[in-house]
């Protein structure tokens, strides 16, 4: 399910929020997804939140809360960096952490 993962980094990017265009926020548009994907510790929490296996950030939980709005919309609110994000965090999971991903693909 591409489309989960793709929602994925697009919340985490956005944390829920609009601009005034209907599009996702650009304020996380910056993030050094690098880090993120690199850091054991933050993807796993991140994953296991939305595998509902442990506990959530703040912004796990909004990222959660807001995950089924950007799957049911097809990213449509994304910014070009937020789709292009969206890529890179699928690809990583899939290579780097297929079971992984086949679990998130399952929810």
Same mark, same amino acid.
């Given at each position: *399910?591409?489309?989960?993962?793709?929602?994925?980094?697009?919340?985490? %990017?956005?944390?829920?929020?609009?601009?005034?265009?209907?599009?996702?926020?650009?304020?996380?548009?910056? #993030?050094?997804?690098?880090? @993120?994907?690199? +850091?054991?510790?933050?993807?796993?929490?991140? @994953?296991?939140?939305?595998?509902? /296996?442990?506990?959530?950030?703040?912004?796990?939980?909004?990222?959660?809360?807001?995950?089924?709005?950007? @799957? =049911? +919309?097809?990213?449509?609110?994304?910014?070009?960096? =937020? /789709? =292009?994000?969206?890529? =890179? #965090? *699928?690809?990583?999971? @899939?290579?780097?952490?297929?079971?992984?991903?086949?679990? %998130?693909?399952?929810?």
């Amino acid at each position: *399910m591409k489309i989960f993962l793709l929602s994925f980094i697009l919340l985490y %990017l956005t944390k829920g929020h609009f601009s005034e265009e209907s599009k996702y926020t650009n304020k996380y548009d910056g #993030v050094n997804l690098d880090e @993120i994907l690199t +850091n054991e510790r933050l993807l796993t929490g991140y @994953i296991k939140c939305l595998l509902e /296996q442990g506990p959530c950030t703040p912004d796990a939980k909004e990222l959660k809360n807001n995950l089924p709005d950007a @799957i =049911q +919309n097809d990213c449509k609110k994304c910014t070009n960096r =937020q /789709q =292009q994000g969206a890529d =890179q #965090v *699928m690809g990583y999971i @899939i290579d780097h952490r297929p079971d992984d991903w086949n679990k %998130l693909e399952e929810k």
